[in-house]
């Protein structure tokens, strides 16, 4: 996931160039660079490492232009490092930046070779740039020559290219990651997020699946994807750079949970194109190492662990080899068994989680296949000590209370899990669906956050409890744990999660009119062992709460305690779902007990300490 930013305009564009990289730094980067059309011709500079060492190298040598573009990214095809960096340039007449992947980059490649066009980078994108100036020289306008290269590439990408040849215009184009146009007087922009031209302006083109534009001095004009100028709507950003965080919501957390759709689209953004995810976007090398996996170790803390835990079930039922789940702090100290050809993956939200850095670190010196990191924060120590990285774009999490930094974890976790699958001979047609399930997963979480005020009132018999149970079978159970936990957490009542089948291993005995049981009943092949779980708690009088999808509240019997209908979702997807009620009822009840919401007692956001 990188930032691009583009302007043409009547002034010089660095200032904004860069202003626009800072405000897209959340996406993640290991270089950056700006392209520019001066005096002398195209000129680039580019760096490795954040956007302040861009600043400090353009401070040394300084460019200066009214049309150009600028980059920060994350590697996927070549190492991170200056020559690498985008822009990428052709002849020294066409500059293109380009957030995604090109998945038949290889055979454009040869083709441009035997054309004499030679490859200065690692990067897929460099096809882009000489396959533009290729049709460009050919008498094509930039445009046109984008709009010839579009049909041509096979992935998920948003692209802005600028040339020598054409100055004052900026094209851009999408499919699969976002671009907006921003529109002021005498200057236009494009970037990856609005975030980046709120400075400039507040009038945006959300531009289609699929469009390209031309974005000149004085004016705009978009084509769609069969080169036919159309209209699209101009909307009016309603807050600005210095819009306060939390906005409307009383808490950030209440906030991060109603983020979450847009979170999880961010985290499937780009990596998904044509039904199937694209393995590049693991990092270099993922295809031949994800083939190569026969074992999976997942390490992690807190809720991180629980998501690993889920990926445990989705790694050993889709792909048929064995996954374990450790803690990260009993890893660190006993001697661990490590199979041959083993995948070592460290789950952390902030990425300097110390128990689990501490694990990496002795992964390292253990005989792993690799290590791969899923991490919320693109320059973590995590990451950095990890061969391999996905990123959850969820965004900061100021709540203490993990929310959006956990449903997008497992929404990484479940791309990992498929691509392992889809590596080891997961049937097609089952592949398919999955990655389906994923594709309508946010607006599926948007239909449970409708469900607030049922939730609500759900809370009110919570606030004076001690105690509560939380019940799951299967990639419930661990569902189960992160409903309890977030609940003891932020609300301060003792919780504990059991698999619904060791019920009267000994949990039984804790059950009686004054513990609450909350279960979770998905429409998956456990439903009708949990069902005789439920009736054991109703014969003991304990007060029921039931989670259920619409195709299975009409099999739940309405005797059984109070009942919250949910969407109807796939098995894949069922505990993503599942976590957001669970979220909004901890979230409730702690307010209705007046406890400090985001910032509980004696707990901190990341753990950097043993």
Request: hydrophobic share 45%.
């Amino acid at each position: 996931m990188c930032g691009i930013v583009g302007a043409a305009a009547r002034r010089d564009v660095v200032g904004t160039l860069i202003a626009g990289l800072k405000a897209l730094e959340y996406r993640g980067y290991d270089s950056a660079g700006i392209a520019l059309l001066t005096d002398h011709g195209l000129e680039r500079v580019r760096t490795k490492g954040k956007v302040h060492e861009l600043e400090l190298l353009h401070a040394t040598q300084p460019i200066a232009g009214l049309t150009g573009i600028a980059h920060t990214r994350w590697a996927t095809h070549g190492a991170p490092n200056t020559v690498n960096a985008h822009p990428i340039s052709s002849r020294d007449n066409v500059a293109v930046v380009h957030n995604g992947i090109i998945e038949n980059h290889e055979e454009l490649r040869a083709e441009l070779r035997a054309l004499d066009y030679e490859f200065a980078t690692e990067t897929d994108t460099e096809v882009i740039a000489h396959l533009i100036e290729h049709y460009h020289a050919s008498g094509a306008s930039l445009r046109e020559a984008v709009q010839q290269v579009i049909p041509r590439l096979r992935g998920a990408y948003a692209i802005a290219a600028i040339s020598r040849r054409e100055p004052g215009h900026v094209v851009g184009a999408r499919r699969g990651s976002p671009m907006v146009v921003g529109l002021a007087d005498g200057e236009q922009f494009i970037a990856s997020d609005i975030h980046a031209l709120l400075p400039v302006t507040r009038r945006f083109i959300y531009l289609a699946e699929g469009d390209v534009v031309e974005a000149m001095t004085d004016r705009v004009q978009v084509y769609d994807e069969h080169g036919a100028a159309v209209e699209r709507p101009v909307k009016l950003a309603h807050f600005g750079a210095d819009a306060v965080e939390r906005g409307e919501y009383r808490h950030y957390m209440l906030k991060e949970i109603h983020e979450q759709p847009q979170a999880i689209a961010d985290t499937l953004e780009g990596r998904i194109a044509g039904g199937h995810i694209l393995t590049a976007i693991f990092g270099v090398g993922a295809h031949e190492l994800l083939s190569q996996t026969r074992n999976v170790h997942l390490i992690a803390c807190g809720s991180s662990y629980h998501a690993a835990l889920i990926a445990r079930y989705w790694i050993e039922s889709l792909a048929g080899i064995p996954c374990n789940v450790e803690i990260a702090s009993e890893y660190r100290y006993r001697d661990v068994v490590v199979p041959v050809d083993t995948l070592f993956v460290s789950v952390s939200q902030s990425g300097e989680t110390a128990d689990t850095l501490a694990a990496l670190k002795l992964a390292k010196a253990r005989k792993y296949l690799t290590t791969v990191a899923i991490c919320n924060v693109p320059e973590s120590s995590i990451v950095r000590e990890s061969a391999l990285a996905l990123m959850t774009r969820a965004g900061p999490e100021i709540g203490v209370a993990s929310t959006k930094a956990f449903t997008t974890q497992l929404v990484a976790l479940a791309l990992l899990a498929l691509e392992i699958a889809r590596h080891h001979g997961i049937d097609l047609r089952r592949y398919e669906t999955l990655v389906h399930q994923l594709e309508t997963l946010p607006g599926t979480v948007r239909d449970v956050l409708a469900l607030d005020a049922e939730i609500q009132k759900l809370a009110r018999h919570f606030v004076t409890k001690d105690h509560a149970l939380f019940l799951g079978r299967g990639t419930q159970y661990p569902i189960a744990m992160e409903g309890a936990l977030k609940l003891k957490e932020i609300s301060y009542i003792h919780a504990e999660a059991y698999p619904a089948g060791e019920l009267k291993h000994g949990p039984l005995a804790l059950v009686d009119e004054n513990m609450p049981v909350i279960a979770v009943a998905p429409n998956d092949h456990l439903l009708e062992k949990l069902k005789s779980n439920l009736e054991e708690v109703r014969a003991r009088g304990g007060e029921l709460y039931v989670l259920a999808d619409a195709d299975v509240a009409a099999h739940i019997p309405r005797h059984s305690g109070h009942l919250l209908v949910l969407p109807a979702c796939g098995e894949l997807i069922a505990p993503i779902v599942f976590t957001v009620p669970l979220q909004l009822l901890a979230y409730h009840v702690a307010v209705l007990r007046g406890t400090d919401v985001d910032q509980p007692r004696n707990l901190a956001k990341s753990v950097t300490v043993e």
